[in-house]
Every structure is written in C-alpha cells, then in structure tokens.
C-alpha cells in the first residue's frame, strides 16, 4: 500500500485516466468536487455511477466493466463494505491504481488489489493529495488544520 510522499506523486504523476466510482452531479458532494478538480488539472475523469448519464460532461457508466477505455485509477467514493468487489473489478479492467477515498477503509479489498497486481492508496483524497504534492492549497479550499492564520488562546489576563 501507498503512504509516502514520494508514491503517492508517482502515482498522481504517472497515472492519468481517473474512474470516479459514485461520482454525483451534486455540486456540494465531495466526489463531484474532486472530480471537478482533478479535470481541471489535466486528469481525463471517467464518471462511474448508474444514476446518471452524464456528470462534469463526461458520459457516465453504470459500472467499471462498462468502461470502454483503459483505466488508470479507480478512485471510490463508496462504502466500505462495497470496495471488495470494486477491487475485483478494477483488477478485471486492467486499471493500475485502485484509490479509496478519506474515510474508506477495507483491509480486504486492499488484499485483492494487491493480489491483482494493483498499487493501493487507501483512506486519502486524491485531489487533497494532488494541491498538498503540487501545490494548490492555498487557493483550493481544504482546511487541513495544520497551517493556521488564528493566533493561539491567550490565557488569563496578567495583574501586576
């Protein structure tokens, strides 16, 4: 699995195709946010949901197995319990990279990927990782709370 600096701009470098597993139309949704970001910044987005015909104007899949080009990343934006059989479908498209998003954590599906010759980036957001490694922060929008302009608490006033 992926957790460095160094891999993970490998990968965003190397890697230029994005398959957005529950990517909304929803403007406020973080998929449609990052998607939106990423195209944005090069990356060719490939919307992957059965609800839509076409999200950020790109025609949109009801499934991985649908995708008629090849897939650099799946990136998913779904439930943890669900990623298992994503994994086994990105391993089945070919894709390269198999990316869950903050939050999504299965230990399992991970083990698939990995089986299936696929690199792995879990529990991070691609497009958090692309402005941190690339620069962009500063005008992207994300609140990482580690850089901050607020001065710390003062404590109780001083009597002399």
């Given at each position: 699995m992926i957790d460095d600096i160094a891999g993970l701009r490998r990968v965003l470098t190397e890697n230029r195709v994005i398959a957005v597993v529950g990517l909304s139309s929803n403007w406020h949704r973080p998929s449609y946010f990052a998607a939106k970001y990423?195209?944005?910044?090069?990356?060719t987005i490939v919307p992957v949901n059965p609800m839509y015909d076409e999200v950020l104007g790109c025609k949109c899949y009801p499934s991985l197995r649908a995708v008629p080009c090849k897939v650099d990343i799946v990136d998913?934006?779904?439930k943890p319990a669900e990623i298992p059989e994503l994994a086994r479908e990105a391993v089945a498209i070919g894709a390269r990279v198999l990316w869950l998003q903050l939050g999504v954590i299965n230990h399992e599906a991970v083990a698939i990927a990995e089986q299936g010759g696929l690199e792995v980036v879990m529990d991070r957001c691609v497009k958090i990782e692309y402005a941190r490694l690339?620069?962009?922060?500063?005008?992207?929008?994300?609140?990482?709370?580690v850089i901050s302009a607020r001065r710390a608490p003062c404590g109780p006033p001083h009597r002399i």
């Open positions: 990423m195209l944005g910044h090069g990356y998913c934006f779904r690339f620069g962009g922060l500063n005008w992207a929008g994300v609140n990482t709370g």
